[in-house]
């Protein structure tokens, strides 16, 4: 669903952006972003751990988590968000309708990379750490291209025992496990789809073309809530 832009009707008050997240990795990542891009906004962070563990152990059930996800964005409305960024690929079907009941932009953390992946490739590997997250950014991916109107191939890769590494607080075998999965997929296809914004902080150990061919969400999906608000708002 197209994001509804504010730019006709731009709050007198400094622009406040809420940021609905599952995991704690991602709090830094956005609000430095925010910070950059959106200076004078005021950004609430709203967490709830449970939720990834919830979904790995129901098999990606999100039914089960979508009606507090949907009370977060409630409150986040309430709290006087202009915009709502879900930063969580496992729960992004939940945006849309979202959307069109609390009628202000709640953007898709990884709508804006969906877009550009399938632009210019044939070929998108997707690679996750949470079989919950493979899903949902699959069927974006192949969404967007029948929106596009492109055949594009892709390709699900999920690192296994990545993510029990990293919830046992091995973050070097965590590492050590993405970065073999990108380098390969790398490799392989036109563009990388990094499904979650945490794995990002690995992409220095690629080598220079395979980073290239990697795409992340955080930095797309910040331009996008900018795009939302009508204006950068750096002024």
């Keep these: 669903m197209p994001l509804?832009?504010?730019a006709g009707d731009l709050p007198m008050h400094p622009p406040t952006v809420a940021v609905i997240h599952t995991s704690p990795a991602t709090v830094?990542?956005?609000s430095r972003l925010l910070a950059e891009r959106l200076p004078q906004?005021?950004?609430?962070?709203?967490l709830d751990d449970s939720v990834l563990p919830q979904l790995r152990d129901n098999g990606a059930d999100l039914a089960a988590v979508a009606p507090r996800?949907?009370?977060y964005a409630r409150i986040a409305?309430?709290?006087g968000a202009d915009v709502i960024l879900n930063a969580c690929s496992s729960i992004g079907e939940l945006c849309a309708p979202a959307q069109q009941e609390l009628g202000i932009p709640v953007v898709r953390v990884d709508s804006a990379m969906a877009a550009?992946?399938?632009?210019?490739?044939s070929r998108v590997a997707v690679v996750a750490t949470l079989a919950?997250?493979?899903?949902?950014?699959?069927r974006l991916l192949a969404e967007t291209a029948r929106a596009q109107q492109r055949a594009v191939e892709v390709e699900p890769m999920l690192v296994d025992g990545a993510y029990a590494a990293l919830v046992a607080g091995d973050r070097e075998r965590h590492d050590d496990l993405v970065a073999a999965a990108l380098a390969k997929a790398a490799d392989q296809a036109d563009q990388v789809v990094l499904a979650q914004a945490s794995m990002a902080r690995v992409l220095p150990r690629?080598?220079?073309?395979?980073?290239?061919r990697c795409l992340v969400s955080p930095e797309l999906a910040v331009a996008s809530v900018a795009r939302a608000l009508g204006a950068d708002r750096t002024a």
């Design 116 to 121: 550009q992946a399938v632009a210019g490739a």
């Design 4 to 6: 509804p832009s504010l």
């Design 28 to 30: 830094e990542v956005f």
């Design 77 to 79: 409305r309430e709290q």
């Design 69 to 71: 996800w949907r009370q």
């Design 206 to 212: 690629l080598a220079s073309q395979q980073q290239a």
């Design 132 to 138: 919950s997250t493979l899903g949902p950014t699959t």
């Design 41 to 46: 906004a005021r950004v609430i962070n709203m």
